[in-house]
């Protein structure tokens, strides 16, 4: 199990930008943004593996970007032309096994979340 730690949330109007960046406290296979807005399931946003492998979900295909450092152990999330639908608790979460970001149930290690708010 690693500990894990989120940065970089805040408050942006709507077509603006935030970077997420997060730290692990030891190595990982798959690591993986989370989000979670008010009365909603939580639900996979961006996964990346140690091979490269990168997964988005449909509605921020095109507006975030993923990347990492697996020597460091630190993943980041560019946010692009936000919109008030991105609102949410943005998690970070690690497994050991494949990058499925449908089912978060399967991500052993969670950081406690960063609040992401975007105004229209």
């Known amino acids: 199990r690693v500990q894990v730690m989120e940065s970089g949330g805040g408050s942006v109007q709507a077509g603006g930008s935030l970077t997420l960046s997060c730290a692990f406290s030891?190595?990982?296979?798959?690591m993986a943004w989370f989000r979670q807005a008010p009365a909603k399931e939580r639900e996979g946003v961006a996964a990346?593996?140690?091979?490269?492998?990168?997964y988005y979900a449909g509605p921020v295909k095109g507006r975030f970007t993923i990347s990492e450092d697996y020597d460091k152990h630190t993943m980041s999330l560019e946010m692009n032309s936000l919109q008030v639908e991105d609102s949410g608790v943005y998690y970070c979460?690690?497994?050991?096994?494949?990058?499925?970001?449908?089912?978060?149930?399967?991500?052993?290690?969670w950081g406690q979340g960063t609040q992401v708010t975007v105004s229209s």
């Open positions: 979460a690690a497994r050991w096994r494949t990058c499925d970001i449908s089912a978060p149930d399967k991500f052993e290690d």
């Open positions: 030891g190595p990982v296979y798959c």
């Open positions: 990346i593996t140690p091979a490269h492998h990168i």
